[in-house]
């Protein structure tokens, strides 16, 4: 009855919920550039009785409220848009532009979803709020800037996010999937691979094209590079591990008729298991600098770590208890295991900083019947935008209310049950 009570204002909240989400999705903001976003966060925690701290890791926001005694329920939003040129065509399509980290001019759009999981965070916060005479405890509502850099959730915890509050008992947090809206789906353990990027000069000995011996050519250099680091996953790791290496960016020369003279690689590594986290990235160091060393490179390559994410591993036993507070809400029909998701986040840097649980979910955000038609025509990956695609759009019905909703469930399923663990 008191989930019951709880999300019973959802209903005439919708319309007002609905205004937030495509207002957020015109004014998209890049990473640390969320000024915008975060003060009309900040806003409407303020008005629903939180104790607000802004500024977080930059522009991170902070929603205490403090409701007696009982469990300190975490609950996290990430905030933070990409640069995207959108392509969707609706009506609130983001034309935004902003200044990305190497400070260039760029489109801005929530290719991501972060939008959604804002207007998701903002609603389940005010209907909590609002039904506080149905739960005991502490609730911390976190906006997170920058997850996208990788270093937003790191931050955010540098700069003091848990010293308003103290520590919470258990963090949490959802993502709009391209799957079919309303439905929700978790996975104990791993769910979401870790990440290394990595930037790679390599040197050479720059030159006229006319006279490729008096140089070691980086063109060259890099393309045996690009080539070889394609064994390390099909030659080095085992097949019943998984991992992904993508050369992501290749920079070398300026004209046709003259040899550069280095060339620059940025590196992508994706892994569920740390120790095959480990060899991958061992064996593309040794891989870079052994054909430099093949080549004749005049000085050894430089090898920069550009950003990393860690894997999301999901608490088993808190994971189990919310899927069947799930099934409960939401009926088995639309509760599902959740796949291995390749993509990264830093949402389990929380979790890992406080010594608590922490459990990251997937919301389906696309119309179902296209969704499952893609599905059983084998055309999903053709037919069907995913995450960082500029057509990559999350339908604001039933999408909305499920996400508030499944915030909702997963608060109270702690702050009423003080021994759930």
Known sequence: MSLESVLAPLRAALPGLEDLYTDLHRHPELSFAETRTAAELARRLEADGYEVHTGIGR???????????????????????????????????????????????????????????????????????????????????????????????????????????????????????????????????????????????????????????????????????????????????????????????????????????????????????????EKVVAAVERIVNGEAATAGAPKAPEIERIGAFPVTENDEKATEGLAA?????????????????????DFSEFGRAAGVPSVFWLVGGLDEGQVLSAMTGGRFEQDIPSNHSPLFAPIPHPTLSAGVEALVVAALHRLTHPGVK
């Open 59 to 277: 522009t991170g926001v902070l929603g205490v409220l403090r409701n007696g005694p009982g469990p300190k329920v975490m609950l996290r939003a990430d905030i933070d848009a990409l640069p995207v040129e959108e392509k969707t065509g609706l009506p609130y399509a983001s034309t935004a532009r902003g200044v990305d980290a190497e400070g260039r001019d760029v489109p801005v759009m929530h290719a991501c979803g972060h939008d959604m999981h804002a207007t998701w965070l903002s609603g389940a916060a005010s209907l909590l709020a609002s039904g506080r005479e149905h739960w005991s405890g502490t609730l911390m509502v976190v906006f997170q800037p920058g997850e996208e850099a990788g270093d937003g959730a790191v931050g955010m915890v540098r700069d003091g996010v848990f010293e308003p509050a103290g520590k919470p008992d258990v963090v949490l947090g959802q993502h709009v999937v391209p799957g079919p809206a309303g439905w929700v789906l978790t996975r104990p353990g791993v769910i979401m691979a870790a990440t290394d990027a990595l930037r790679v000069t390599l040197h050479g000995r720059g030159g006229h094209g006319s006279r490729p011996e008096t140089t070691v050519d980086p063109a060259v250099l890099a393309a045996s590079v690009v080539l070889k680091l394609q064994t390390v996953v099909s030659r080095e790791i085992p097949a019943t591990e998984s991992a992904v290496v993508t050369v992501g960016s290749l920079h070398v020369g300026t004209a046709h008729n003259i040899i550069a003279d280095h060339a620059v690689l940025e590196i992508n590594i994706r892994s569920f298991d740390q120790a095959v986290r």
């Open 325 to 345: 507070a799930f099934r409960d809400h939401f009926g088995e029909g639309r509760v599902m295991p959740a796949p291995l998701v390749t993509g990264s986040e």
